[in-house]
């Protein structure tokens, strides 16, 4: 299943490389199913899908399969910050306690901290803090004590328990990991922001997000809990791991590569009560696809602008001191730390030779825990998504695997 188009500086013959790399992964039982999705300039280079949605029921992944986007979700959320920011209604530098008092009178752990009481008095994250991933917030899923404790907690808003109001609440309750602005860490900070927009604008995020986003870009298949009417084309999530697909710190290689971990029937995806505006969205390849031209184009989607073309490109300008890895990050995160740093919502490569893959300077990027990933190169015009269903997204480098084919097959 491949679409063949003979311009743009791509070869055809080198293209067919990637449907063969994907093949591969579903012969190695590496991944179930995948598909990808190639664009230069708004024209269709590539398409290719491959493999199962449901290996226990024999159904194919397809172009309209359902997926969880999980962090894929993150980019999205702060594209309805920035639209609130251009509305006047906030700045970056506001204390994320104008919105959540709750967030007031902040303590942050003191360095080398073994308990959760350890804790030194600290300033309030702001908006940028979060947006950045420099808050002091964690995931249960990174090293320390915080990510611990959010871990006896089950803090990582699942799709399932409670409300995002209440699941922000317990958030607020703890200890930051670090002083906010002095590290990198992979966080539940979007999330936070989600809940931001909710009190802002007066609508739930869903509502917000359908109002705002989907609705005028044309994404008719992405929301929080996937519908009845969508529950055929809803794929299986899969892990290579024992237990929880999502415990990073107790991860155990078990005796399959593909063990069903959530499915259509019996997923919390099919009636969502956490609006997480980090990792709950699941949606298409097509629908994805529509969001990353809307920032290839600079905010510009089917009517009208979202985001204005200066915010689009702050938005994909490295907001840090230097690259991740300059800022002592002991987290998980979806990208290479060295040569990359960090926008809004995404990140961005500063130097590709660095970051040991191939590609431009000024990709921005972003994936999520199942694998997917997408990226948008101004320099090349493009824009691409691949979308799969295994989770930990570290179990493998088909990122920068992909990254290198789609370069290889570039002779312009």
Same mark, same amino acid.
């Given at each position: 299943?491949?679409?063949?188009?003979?311009?743009?500086?791509?070869?055809?013959?080198?293209?067919?490389?990637?449907?063969?790399?994907?093949?591969?992964?579903?012969?190695?039982?590496?991944?179930?199913?995948?598909?990808?999705?190639?664009?230069?300039?708004?024209?269709?280079?590539?398409?290719?899908?491959?493999?199962?949605?449901?290996?226990?029921?024999?159904?194919?992944?397809?172009?309209?399969?359902?997926?969880?986007?999980?962090?894929?979700?993150?980019?999205?959320?702060?594209?309805?910050?920035?639209?609130?920011?251009?509305?006047?209604?906030?700045?970056?530098?506001?204390?994320?306690?104008?919105?959540?008092?709750?967030?007031?009178?902040?303590?942050?752990?003191?360095?080398?901290?073994?308990?959760?009481?350890?804790?030194?008095?600290?300033?309030?994250?702001?908006?940028?803090?979060?947006?950045?991933?420099?808050? %002091? *917030?964690?995931?249960?899923?990174?090293?320390?004590? @915080?990510?611990? #404790? !959010?871990?006896? +907690?089950?803090?990582?808003?699942?799709?399932?328990?409670?409300?995002?109001?209440?699941?922000?609440?317990?958030?607020?309750?703890?200890?930051?990991?670090?002083?906010?602005?002095?590290?990198?860490?992979?966080?539940?900070?979007?999330?936070?922001?989600?809940?931001?927009?909710?009190?802002?604008?007066?609508?739930?995020?869903?509502?917000?997000?359908?109002?705002?986003?989907?609705?005028?870009?044309?994404?008719?298949?992405?929301?929080?809990?996937?519908?009845?009417?969508?529950?055929?084309?809803?794929?299986?999530?899969?892990?290579?791991?024992?237990?929880?697909?999502?415990?990073?710190?107790?991860?155990?290689?078990?005796?399959?590569?593909?063990?069903?971990?959530?499915?259509?029937?019996?997923?919390?995806?099919?009636?969502?009560?956490?609006?997480?505006?980090?990792? %709950? *969205?699941?949606?298409?390849?097509?629908?994805?696809? @529509?969001?990353? #031209? !809307?920032?290839? +184009?600079?905010?510009?989607?089917?009517?009208?602008?979202?985001?204005?073309?200066?915010?689009?490109?702050?938005?994909?300008?490295?907001?840090?001191?230097?690259?991740?890895?300059?800022?002592?990050?002991?987290?998980?995160?979806?990208?290479?730390?060295?040569?990359?740093?960090?926008?809004?919502?995404?990140?961005?490569?500063?130097?590709?030779?660095?970051?040991?893959?191939?590609?431009?300077?000024?990709?921005?990027?972003?994936?999520?825990?199942?694998?997917?990933?997408?990226?948008?190169?101004?320099?090349?015009?493009?824009?691409?998504?691949?979308?799969?269903?295994?989770?930990?997204?570290?179990?493998?480098?088909?990122?920068?695997?992909?990254?290198?084919?789609?370069?290889?097959?570039?002779?312009?």
């Amino acid at each position: 299943m491949v679409t063949d188009f003979n311009g743009h500086g791509f070869n055809v013959q080198r293209l067919d490389r990637i449907g063969n790399w994907m093949q591969a992964y579903v012969d190695q039982r590496k991944y179930a199913g995948s598909s990808v999705l190639i664009k230069q300039g708004g024209v269709e280079v590539y398409f290719n899908a491959c493999g199962q949605r449901s290996v226990e029921n024999d159904l194919p992944f397809e172009r309209d399969t359902v997926a969880r986007i999980y962090s894929m979700t993150k980019p999205i959320t702060t594209v309805g910050v920035m639209m609130l920011v251009e509305r006047g209604l906030f700045t970056l530098d506001t204390p994320i306690s104008k919105f959540i008092p709750s967030f007031s009178d902040m303590q942050a752990l003191v360095p080398g901290a073994t308990a959760i009481d350890q804790v030194t008095p600290c300033a309030t994250p702001t908006v940028h803090h979060l947006l950045t991933h420099t808050s %002091g *917030l964690s995931y249960p899923f990174n090293p320390g004590v @915080l990510a611990q #404790e !959010m871990e006896a +907690q089950d803090l990582v808003f699942k799709p399932r328990g409670g409300t995002l109001a209440e699941q922000v609440e317990l958030v607020a309750a703890l200890p930051l990991a670090f002083e906010p602005g002095t590290r990198w860490e992979y966080s539940v900070g979007i999330d936070i922001l989600g809940r931001i927009i909710e009190i802002v604008s007066g609508k739930s995020l869903d509502q917000f997000f359908q109002d705002e986003i989907f609705l005028p870009l044309g994404m008719t298949d992405t929301e929080f809990s996937v519908r009845s009417q969508n529950i055929n084309r809803f794929a299986s999530l899969y892990t290579p791991l024992e237990g929880n697909a999502m415990d990073l710190n107790a991860a155990q290689i078990g005796g399959s590569s593909l063990r069903l971990a959530d499915e259509a029937g019996s997923s919390p995806f099919e009636a969502a009560t956490v609006w997480s505006g980090g990792g %709950g *969205l699941l949606g298409t390849l097509d629908d994805y696809m @529509l969001f990353a #031209e !809307m920032i290839r +184009q600079g905010g510009k989607g089917r009517e009208g602008h979202l985001l204005s073309p200066r915010t689009l490109e702050f938005m994909m300008s490295n907001h840090l001191p230097g690259d991740i890895a300059s800022m002592g990050p002991q987290s998980f995160a979806e990208q290479p730390m060295e040569g990359m740093g960090f926008g809004l919502g995404g990140a961005v490569v500063l130097d590709p030779a660095r970051a040991r893959c191939p590609g431009s300077i000024g990709d921005f990027s972003w994936g999520g825990m199942a694998s997917t990933f997408f990226w948008v190169d101004p320099v090349l015009d493009l824009s691409v998504v691949f979308f799969t269903q295994l989770s930990p997204s570290s179990s493998y480098s088909s990122r920068a695997e992909l990254k290198a084919l789609i370069h290889g097959a570039l002779l312009t």
